[in-house]
């Protein structure tokens, strides 16, 4: 396995939000910009002929400012949200071409989530949030709960297991978010923003903590931010998306000092 | 200008022959169906009927303390619990007991069916738009339509009876539960479903397992409120052969006794708060995962 395998690859993704997204579609190729469109057909532009390959065992960052795409392109790799037209390869699989039934099987194994909102489950427990993942899996209950622990152990959050999501604080939050992401071992790891909702000294903790599991999980990540500071510090390379359009993928310092280099 | 100051309706014979044509459709309709669909209702009417001689037969302490039972497993509170004791010793004392035990049969019973035929009415109103746009104006028309008027031809299909009182009183109780079946369902937090979408969850683990847990207090005020409008109904049911606290109260009304009508009406009161009580400490108790600190 060479360093810069491909693992992730989307190609020529569109999505167009609104009624008439077909006709839409054909004057977006055509080379309509994003204001022309909402003009024209009533209809939002959401990505705009992205094209992306994401390396195995990398964080690859998405950065842009809000409404540039970055969560709507996140949402497409694990099908939150269907494309209007486009490819999405992963390990090379075709994933818009699964089932309902093979998409959730995908789901379960392949990927996982953590969210700027956190969206833990308040009527669940430290412990149940943590080990959902495994729990809907039909995992039986003393296996996910042994694994959970472990997750929670890993992430800081010892002797918690039976508080409910609200009555932790917000950092405390989201390594429950982090640790129910990675209870099910999936590959790959998306996080929408995931430390945008917490305070500055609190955030550089989280940023520290992914980065030292990162060192021992070599997961594939991709990480979405609108903060410069955090896609320089922790990205392996970095995409910048405006007006859902794919400005820019390259390494940090490239990013940093400007294309002219 | 005759027309611009009466209304121009219809001829009143034509009026009469409609109205005639309706009545003995319907009148057909019952001759040949009504014994089938009488039929269909007899285990409601034996289960019913079992439940009432259960509640009567069983010697009345035992009844209390089954009641304060239920009463302690739903509110933990000890002043609901002597408030209970209290109000079925005085209801016992002023000799409306064995009413009181039909009256609260038929309104378990009634509570049961409404429960089991609105939560999943609710729960397919909260899966489709369309579904739901079916089943509002249905409800509306449940709700604001006079009871006499759908008492008419339940009646004529049923006769009079248990059955028909317990039918009357659902469709006058069920719209609540399903309403905020529905509303407590949608209203779950889009961002928490979609977490449990991006681990793989299908329908029926995102309908019991997030769904349901986090819309249950929502759907408690609903059954609540069936309670509560069951109770209501008693009095009207009353009118058709369903026994109880709302018979003394339709016999004083048309004899004009002050006394009986009162007891039995501060009667149904009683009941009716203390279910109001127990079920609404019970609908708290389950968000307590909402409050900050440990339980």
Redesign the interface.
């Known amino acids: 396995m060479s360093k810069n395998d491909i693992l992730i690859k989307v190609n020529q993704l569109y999505k167009i939000f609104g009624d008439d997204s077909n006709e839409a579609l054909n004057l977006v190729k055509g080379g309509m910009g994003k204001d022309e469109l909402l003009e024209k057909c009533n209809c939002v532009l959401g990505l705009n002929k992205i094209n992306l390959d994401i390396r195995k065992a990398k964080i690859q960052v998405v950065m842009g400012l809000s409404g540039s795409g970055k969560s709507t392109l996140i949402r497409h790799l694990?099908r939150?949200i269907e494309p209007t037209s486009g490819e999405i390869l992963v390990n090379n699989q075709d994933i818009l071409s699964l089932s309902q039934k093979e998409?959730?099987?995908?789901?379960?194994?392949n990927?996982?989530?953590v969210?700027q909102?956190f969206?833990?489950?308040?009527?669940k427990t430290v412990l149940q949030n943590v080990g959902?993942?495994l729990a809907?899996?039909n995992i039986p209950v003393s296996e996910w709960n042994e694994r959970a622990k472990k997750w929670i152990n890993r992430v800081g959050l010892d002797g918690y297991e039976?508080?409910?999501p609200?009555?932790l604080s917000g950092g405390m939050q989201q390594r429950v978010g982090l640790a129910?992401a990675l209870a099910?071992d999936a590959e790959i790891l998306?996080m929408d923003e995931a430390f945008s909702a917490l305070d500055p000294l609190i955030r550089s903790e989280m940023q520290n903590i992914l980065l030292d599991l990162q060192n021992e999980l070599h997961k594939t990540i991709i990480f979405i931010t609108h903060d410069l500071d955090e896609a320089l510090k922790i990205g392996d390379r970095i995409a910048i998306l405006r007006d859902g359009s794919m400005v820019q993928d390259s390494d940090p310092q490239k990013n940093y000092y400007g294309t002219s280099r | 200008m005759d027309w611009f100051f009466n209304f121009p309706s219809m001829e009143r014979n034509d009026l009469r022959e409609f109205k005639k044509s309706v009545d003995f459709t319907f009148t057909d309709f019952t001759r040949s169906y009504g014994a089938d669909i009488e039929g269909f209702f007899e285990p409601l009417l034996m289960f019913l009927v079992w439940f009432e001689k259960f509640f009567i037969n069983t010697p009345w302490p035992l009844i209390i303390l089954m009641i304060l039972v239920f009463a302690w497993f739903g509110s933990r509170s000890i002043s609901v619990l002597v408030g209970t004791l209290i109000s079925f010793l005085t209801i016992g004392y002023f000799g409306m007991w064995e009413d009181t035990m039909s009256t609260l049969a038929i309104i378990l019973v009634a509570t049961f069916l409404c429960i089991s035929i609105g939560i999943p009415m609710g729960i397919a109103m909260a899966r489709s738009n369309k579904i739901q746009a079916l089943v509002v104006p249905i409800l509306d028309i449940m709700q604001t339509i006079p009871s006499f008027v759908y008492l008419i031809p339940v009646v004529m299909l049923l006769g009079i009876g248990k059955v028909p009182g317990l039918i009357a009183v659902c469709i006058y109780a069920i719209p609540p539960i399903v309403r905020l079946t529905n509303l407590g369902i949608r209203l779950v937090d889009k961002d928490v479903l979609e977490a449990s979408d991006s681990f793989g969850a299908n329908y029926w683990q995102k309908l019991f397992g997030v769904q349901m847990p986090l819309a249950l207090p929502t759907i408690f005020a609903g059954v609540n409120q069936t309670i509560m409008m069951a109770l209501a109904m008693v009095v009207i049911a009353s009118m058709i052969g369903v026994k109880g606290l709302g018979l003394p109260v339709l016999r004083a009304i048309s004899n004009q006794y002050l006394a009986l009508g009162l007891m039995n009406g501060l009667a149904i009161v009683v009941l009716a708060i203390i279910f109001d009580r127990v079920t609404q400490k019970f609908g708290l108790r389950m968000q307590k995962y909402r409050n900050d600190g440990k339980d």
Do not use: D, E, V
Not at chain 1, 103 to 109: A, C, E, M, P
């Open positions: 694990n939150l998409l959730i099987q995908f789901r379960q194994n990927m996982s989530m969210f909102k969206a833990l489950f308040p009527h959902y993942g809907i899996q039976t508080y409910y609200g009555q129910r099910t998306l």
